[in-house]
Nanobody, 122 residues
């Protein structure tokens, strides 16, 4: 069982940066791949980033590649999403998720946080 709690969301102007954090409970955190997804009103949940259990492999969609960076600290049971050069279209609720293997679809992940709102003003 893994419980996830996101933090770090907020309101930022276009071009700004935010760093999201996801704190995980459970002794087996280091065994899970982690992902970030986002969901805007009226849209489906969208893949943002994923990282392997060791942190050695990451993957991003083209929409955020070069702007967002996922990282993790297994000693602190945490995963992070550094978001730079934010755009209004990045506005969404951001969720972290834990799964047995890396994936780009929500179905790959078993555990989910409650989400944190990110709003980017133009």
């Amino acid at each position: 069982q893994v419980q996830l709690v996101e933090s770090g969301g907020g309101l930022v102007q276009a071009g700004g940066s935010l760093r999201l954090s996801c704190a995980a409970s459970g002794r087996t955190f280091s065994g899970y791949a982690m992902g970030w997804f986002r969901q805007a009103p009226g849209k489906e949940r969208e893949f943002v980033a994923t990282i392997s259990s060791s942190g050695g492999i990451t993957r991003y969609p083209d929409s955020v590649k070069g702007r967002f960076t996922i990282s993790r600290d297994n000693a602190k049971n945490a995963v992070f999403l550094q978001m730079n050069t934010l755009k209004p279209e990045d506005t969404a609720i951001y969720y972290c998720a834990a799964g047995a293997i890396m994936g780009v679809t929500p179905e790959r992940y078993r555990y989910w946080g409650q989400g944190t709102q990110v709003t980017v003003s133009s």
